[in-house]
C-alpha cells in the first residue's frame, strides 16, 4: 500500500465543471505539495500546504491535518486544465523524504 | 519555464554504454534532487544534495552515481545499465531542505531508453 493515495486515477470533465481530486496519506507529514504534469513530461509545483487552505487562480488546495486529507479543486475547468496531477507528501523537517501518488490524469473536454 | 534545465531530453543507450545526465538550476537554489519516474508508478526520489553535500541516497543501485559540484549543477552518471532503468528521469531544486522552504521547481526531465 502506498503512503499517499490519490483518487480518482482518472476523471473526464465538461469544460465549465467543479473539479475535486482527493488525496489521503498514512505518514505524518511535514508539508503537503500539488503538482501539474503536462503530456512532455515537465512538472510544475502548484501548492506547498501544512495547513487550512491556498488559492491561486481557479485552484484551490485544502488540507485537515487530522484526517490526513487533502483535495485539490478546480473551479470552471478549461481543456488546458488536462494533465496528471500528483500529491506529495514532505515527511521530514529536513525534506529529505518525499512520498508520492500515483496521480489524477485530469482531462478537460470542450 | 522553471529555472531548471536539462541535457539531454532523450537518451539512449545500450547496457554497456556510459553517459551522464545533466541539470542546471538559475534560481540561486542550495537543493537539488534527482526523481525517477517509470510508467505506472508514482516518482521515486533517488538522491537529495543541499550545499553541494548528499544528504540522502534512496537505496539506488550503484550503476547510477550523482555528482555536484556546485549548487546550481547537478549530474547522474550511468553505467552498466538494464532495461528496467529506462524511464524519465527529473531534476529538481528548491530553496532549502527544510519542509517550509522546499517546494520544488522541476526541469522538463530526460527521457532514457535502456536496449
Known amino acids: 500500500k502506498n503512503e499517499v493515495e490519490q483518487s480518482p486515477q482518472n476523471l473526464t470533465a465538461q469544460e465549465g465543471e467543479f473539479i475535486t481530486i482527493n488525496c489521503s496519506y498514512s505518514?505524518?507529514?511535514?508539508?503537503l505539495h500539488w503538482l501539474q504534469q503536462h503530456p512532455g513530461g515537465g512538472i510544475v509545483s502548484l501548492f506547498m500546504?501544512?495547513?487550512g487552505k491556498k488559492k491561486h487562480g481557479r485552484l484551490i488546495a485544502t488540507i485537515n491535518i487530522q484526517e490526513k486529507h487533502s483535495s485539490l479543486h478546480i473551479t470552471a475547468s478549461h481543456p488546458r486544465d488536462s494533465a496528471v496531477y500528483i500529491c506529495?507528501?514532505?515527511?521530514?523537517?529536513?525534506?529529505?523524504?518525499?512520498?508520492f501518488g500515483t496521480g489524477t490524469s485530469l482531462t478537460v473536454i470542450p | 519555464e522553471t529555472g531548471v534545465t536539462q541535457t539531454p531530453r532523450h537518451l539512449v543507450m545500450g547496457m554497456t554504454n556510459k553517459k551522464s545526465l545533466k541539470c542546471e538550476q538559475h534560481l540561486g537554489h542550495n537543493a537539488m534532487y534527482w526523481y525517477k519516474q517509470s510508467a505506472k508508478k508514482p516518482l521515486e526520489l533517488m538522491f537529495v544534495?543541499?550545499?553541494?553535500?548528499?544528504?540522502e541516497n534512496n537505496s539506488v543501485p550503484s550503476r547510477f552515481s550523482p555528482e555536484c559540484p556546485n549548487s546550481s549543477h547537478l549530474f547522474l552518471h550511468l553505467h552498466t545499465l538494464q532495461p528496467e532503468d529506462s524511464a524519465l528521469y527529473l531534476c529538481?531544486?528548491?530553496?532549502?531542505?527544510?519542509?517550509?522552504?522546499?517546494?520544488?521547481?522541476f526541469g522538463p526531465g530526460t527521457r532514457l531508453t535502456v536496449l
Open positions: 500546504l501544512s495547513s
Open positions: 544534495y543541499n550545499f553541494k553535500e548528499q544528504t
Open positions: 506529495a507528501a514532505s515527511v521530514s523537517n529536513t525534506g529529505n523524504q518525499f512520498y
Open positions: 505518514v505524518g507529514i511535514s508539508a
Open positions: 529538481a531544486s528548491s530553496p532549502g531542505l527544510h519542509y517550509s522552504y522546499n517546494e520544488q521547481f
